[in-house]
């Protein structure tokens, strides 16, 4: 059974950091791009940032540039979501999803999806 399972969410004060991971079982990862998504209440799902196959990553989320980076250990299975910094407004629901290859900017674009983990940022 092809599963993403995300861990390391949590409550955190502002400027607080968090890292959050994405761990695959029943397939590898080596080949497929993995993308971090969240969703706030009453807010459509957006992405923040992507790791492609190769390593190379791009930036869905403007206001994270400076703050959050993406890393991935094929030989772990696992990506994760480094969060430096934390705002309020980054609280959410933080999904990752699979796609084969190449990154995608848009949620319909992955195939496989994580049941999320929660963000809080607050005092």
């Known amino acids: 059974q092809l599963q993403l399972v995300e861990s390391g969410g949590g409550l955190v004060q502002p400027g607080g950091s968090l890292r959050l991971s994405c761990a695959a079982s029943g397939f590898t990862l080596d080949y497929y791009a993995i993308g971090w998504f969240r969703q706030a209440p009453g807010r459509e799902r957006e992405g923040v940032l992507c790791?492609?196959?190769?390593?190379?990553?791009?930036n869905y989320a403007g206001s994270v540039k400076g703050r959050f980076t993406i890393s991935r250990d094929n030989a772990k299975n696992t990506v994760w979501l480094q969060m430096n910094s934390l705002k309020p407004e980054d609280t959410a629901i933080y999904y990752c999803a699979a796609v084969n290859y190449y990154c995608s900017s848009t949620p319909r674009g992955y195939d496989y999806w994580g049941q999320g983990t929660q963000v809080t940022v607050s005092s």
């Open positions: 790791i492609n196959d190769n390593g190379s990553t791009t």
